[in-house]
């Protein structure tokens, strides 16, 4: 399993733990998931990237009430995604993750 299939799991197992309660570390504001843009996950980078959108996953995830996942399906879901945010940068990321999610 890749570095970045570990992240993407263990974020997406995280997610779906704790629902819809985004922590951020550095931050004690509040924060919404549903308002941060392409743009500004994508001016994210290396971990910190691949932590925010393994953590948009991990939302979906556990908003639908699911606790399962497919490591390659994510891998492919992340790589639409990057692609979209890159061509849309105005877009809300959750509203670009629940396009490539299908």
């Given amino acids: 399993m890749s570095k970045l299939s570990m992240c993407i799991a263990a974020a997406t197992i995280l997610g779906a733990a704790i629902g819809t ?9 509040e ?9 500004e996950i994508m001016r994210e980078s290396g971990a910190d ?18 606790a399962t996942f497919n490591v390659e399906s994510l891998e492919k879901q992340t790589d639409a995604f990057i692609d979209r ?7 809300k990321a959750l509203d ?7």
């Fill in 21 to 29: 309660s985004p922590v951020c570390a550095q931050d004690t504001g």
């Fill in 85 to 91: 945010c890159l061509d849309n940068p105005n877009e």
């Fill in 31 to 39: 924060h919404s998931v549903d308002k941060y843009t392409c743009k």
């Fill in 49 to 66: 990237r691949d932590a925010a959108i393994a953590f948009i996953h991990g939302y979906l995830v556990g908003k639908s009430g699911g």
């Fill in 96 to 102: 670009v993750m629940m396009k490539v999610m299908g």
